[in-house]
T-cell receptor, first 117, second 110 residues
Framework: GAVVSQHPSWVICKSGTSVKIECRSLDFQATTMFWYRQFPKQSLMLMATSNEGSKATYEQGVEKDKFLINHASLTLSTLTVTSAHPEDSSFYIC?????????????FGEGSRLTVL | RKEVEQDPGPFNVPEGATVAFNCTYSNSASQSFFWYRQDCRKEPKLLMSVYSSGNEDGRFTAQLNRASQYISLLIRDSKLSDSATYLCVVSTGTASKLTFGTGTRLQVTL
C-alpha cells in the first residue's frame, strides 16, 4: 500500500486563488520531504526540500513567496500555491524517504494535478 | 547540457522483444543511480537501483559505467504491461535529492 499520501489528487481553481496540497508519510516519520513539479512531457523538477521544524530550501528559480511550504510535523508537509495563475497548472508530487526500511527507498505521493482557469 | 539525459523515444517494440535504454549523467560526483517507472498521469515508482557491479531483477538488468557516466536498463521478454515511461534518476550529495531525466517512453504492442 501507499506509504506517502497526497491530497487532493485533482484540483481546479480560479486564477488568483490559493491552493493547498498536503503530503503525509504513513507509518513512518519524515524529517525531510521533497516537492516536485512536472509539466507535460517533461521531467520531474525539484522545487524545494521541506524540513521539519525549519524553513524549506528552495531550488533556484522557485519563488518561495509563491510556493509556501510548511512542515509542521514529522508526518505532514504542505505546499500552498499562492495567487495561482494558469502557468502554475502542473502535476505536483511530494516524496519522502523511509529510513526505517533497509532500502532507504524514496517514496512518492500519488501526485496532485492542479488546473488553474 | 542537462544533468541527466535520456532518449525520449518512443520505443515501440513487439511483445517478447528485448529493449535497452541508455542514460548519461554529467556530474562525475554522482553517487546513487536508479531507474523509476512512471505510468501516464501517475507518480514515479522505483523499478530498481543501479549498482556498479550491475544488477538483475527478473527480466530487468541495470548497469552502471562510471568511466563513461552512463546507465543502462535492459528489459527482456517485454510484456504489454511494461508500457510506461522509464526515468533515469541520479543522486549527488544528499542521497534523497534526486535529479530526473525526461524519461524514455516504451510502448509494447501485440
Amino acid at each position: 500500500g501507499a506509504v506517502v499520501s497526497q491530497h487532493p489528487s485533482w484540483v481546479i481553481c480560479k486564477s488568483g486563488t490559493s491552493v493547498k496540497i498536503e503530503c503525509r508519510s504513513l507509518d513512518f516519520q519524515a524529517t525531510t520531504m521533497f516537492w516536485y513539479r512536472q509539466f507535460p512531457k517533461q521531467s520531474l523538477m525539484l522545487m524545494a526540500t521541506s524540513n521539519e521544524g525549519s524553513k524549506a530550501t528552495y531550488e533556484q528559480g522557485v519563488e518561495k513567496d509563491k510556493f509556501l511550504i510548511n512542515h509542521a510535523s514529522l508526518t505532514l508537509s504542505t505546499l500552498t500555491v499562492t495567487s495561482a495563475h494558469p502557468e502554475d497548472s502542473s502535476f505536483y508530487i511530494c516524496s519522502a524517504r523511509d529510513l526505517g526500511r533497509y532500502t532507504g527507498e524514496l517514496f512518492f505521493g500519488e501526485g496532485s494535478r492542479l488546473t488553474v482557469l | 547540457r542537462k544533468e541527466v539525459e535520456q532518449d525520449p523515444g518512443p520505443f515501440n517494440v513487439p511483445e517478447g522483444a528485448t529493449v535497452a535504454f541508455n542514460c548519461t549523467y554529467s556530474n562525475s560526483a554522482s553517487q546513487s543511480f536508479f531507474w523509476y517507472r512512471q505510468d501516464c498521469r501517475k507518480e514515479p515508482k522505483l523499478l530498481m537501483s543501479v549498482y556498479s557491479s550491475g544488477n538483475e531483477d527478473g527480466r530487468f538488468t541495470a548497469q552502471l559505467n562510471r568511466a563513461s557516466q552512463y546507465i543502462s536498463l535492459l528489459i527482456r521478454d517485454s510484456k504489454l504491461s511494461d508500457s510506461a515511461t522509464y526515468l533515469c534518476v541520479v543522486s549527488t550529495g544528499t542521497a534523497s535529492k534526486l535529479t530526473f531525466g525526461t524519461g524514455t517512453r516504451l510502448q509494447v504492442t501485440l
